[in-house]
Every structure is written in structure tokens, then in C-alpha cells.
T-cell receptor, first 113, second 111 residues
Framework: DQQVKQNSPSLSVQEGRISILNCDYT??????FLWYKKYPAEGPTFLIS?????DKNEDGRFTVFLNKSAKHLSLHIVPSQPGDSAVYFCAARGGGSNYKLTFGKGTLLTVNP | EAQVTQNPRYLITVTGKKLTVTCSQN?????MSWYRQDPGLGLRQIYYSMNVEVTDKGDVPEGYKVSRKEKRNFPLILESPSPNQTSLYFC??????????FGQGTRLTVV
């Protein structure tokens, strides 16, 4: 049973436009959500996170939105740059003493010059 | 520089030959874990450790062992590797309630 779903395996956008990556989850015990970015031949690197008590978190060009009632979060990148081309993983952490991260399958973002 | 270091980066081995992938972190993190990444499956947790001498199974522990004798090190042991363990492996560390830092990965091929 996949608890974190990224239904779009890939996304292609033009440089300068907005990239929107989506993620859905099923476990209502998740209380912390993260986005990671991964380049080929490198480990995932942390991008941005959001606690379940918030609905928005912004860091420069990156904004994460959380809709708890819909169990949905999204990552907005504005403006998109060619260097943003990578695989993006959505991850969620269980509540309480469970610090395990559950990952989605990832979305390959390609930003075209 | 804060980092998680895995070795080796690449490994080709034969079925049944025991191997160890090392992982070390220099951030004094309590929580460490191992993941494997396979095409179309994302990252799946193999084992995790909440502190020295405290380890537990993740989602796909079969065929793997771990140990946590020191806070900084968390080796992954494959006692008898099989071809279905061919994968890309990542070690990660974090404080208990913060983002995880990942190593650069170990690409393992079992023939």
C-alpha cells in the first residue's frame, strides 16, 4: 500500500515559468512533509519542508503548500531554471516517535531553456 | 563540512559473497537509516537506528543486517547477496525531528 503518491512520473516546463509538483498521501498520522531533489549519481538533498500545523512554507523560489483535508501537498518553483532539472521526491514522516520517512516514487522535472 | 559518507560508491560482487557497505556521519546525529532506490519504486527504508545499539527493521529488511556500535557509523551488511539486491543504496542521518541528510549512494550489482 503506497502511502505517499506522486502520480506524475515526469514534468516538463519552460525556463522562467512555474513548476508545480504534486504529492498525495493516505496516512493521517503523517505530521511533517519534505521535498528532496536528486541529481543523477548524487544522493537526495533536502529542499524544503512543512509541518502539518501550517499550510504554506516559502524559501526563495520554492514554496510548499499543504492541504490537510485533501491530504495533498504541492511544491511550486518560480521561476523555474534549467538547474532545477532533477528528480523530486516527496516524503512524509509519521507522528510521535516514528521518525521514518516514507517516500513517493519521484517526479522527473525537466526545465527547458 | 557536514556530510554522510558511504563506501564504496560502486561495487560488483557475486551471489553469496558477504559484503559490507559502510556509512559514517560527522553531525552527531542520533537517527540513521538505510534506503534502497529501485526504478519505479522510489526510496524504500531497509533498516533504521534511533541511537547506539538501537536498530529496527524498515519496510524491506529481508537479506540485510545492520549494526550501530558507535554513533557515527551504521554499516549495512549483506551476508549472502542475491541478484535481487542489485540496487542503489543510500544511507541517511538526522536529528530526531529534522530533515535527513543523505550520502552519495552505493551502486551495487550482484551477479
Amino acid at each position: 500500500d503506497q502511502q505517499v503518491k506522486q502520480n506524475s512520473p515526469s514534468l516538463s516546463v519552460q525556463e522562467g515559468r512555474i513548476s508545480i509538483l504534486n504529492c498525495d498521501y493516505t496516512n493521517s498520522m503523517f505530521d511533517y512533509f519534505l521535498w528532496y531533489k536528486k541529481y543523477p549519481a548524487e544522493g537526495p538533498t533536502f529542499l524544503i519542508s512543512i509541518s502539518s500545523i501550517k499550510d504554506k512554507n516559502e524559501d526563495g523560489r520554492f514554496t510548499v503548500f499543504l492541504n490537510k483535508s485533501a491530504k495533498h501537498l504541492s511544491l511550486h518553483i518560480v521561476p523555474s531554471q534549467p538547474g532545477d532539472s532533477a528528480v523530486y521526491f516527496c516524503a512524509a514522516r509519521g507522528g510521535g516517535s516514528n521518525y521514518k520517512l516514507t517516500f513517493g516514487k519521484g517526479t522527473l522535472l525537466t526545465v527547458n531553456p | 563540512e557536514a556530510q554522510v559518507t558511504q563506501n564504496p560508491r560502486y561495487l560488483i560482487t557475486v551471489t553469496g559473497k558477504k559484503l559490507t557497505v559502510t556509512c559514517s556521519q560527522n553531525m552527531n546525529h542520533e537517527y540513521m537509516s538505510w534506503y534502497r532506490q529501485d526504478p519505479g519504486l522510489g526510496l524504500r527504508q531497509i533498516y533504521y537506528s534511533m541511537n547506539v545499539e538501537v536498530t529496527d527493521k524498515g519496510d524491506v529488511p529481508e537479506g540485510y543486517k545492520v549494526s550501530r556500535k558507535e554513533k557515527r557509523n551504521f554499516p549495512l551488511i549483506l551476508e549472502s547477496p542475491s541478484p535481487n539486491q542489485t540496487s542503489l543504496y543510500f544511507c541517511a542521518s538526522s536529528r530526531m525531528n529534522t530533515e535527513a541528510f543523505f550520502g552519495q549512494g552505493t551502486r551495487l550489482t550482484v551477479v
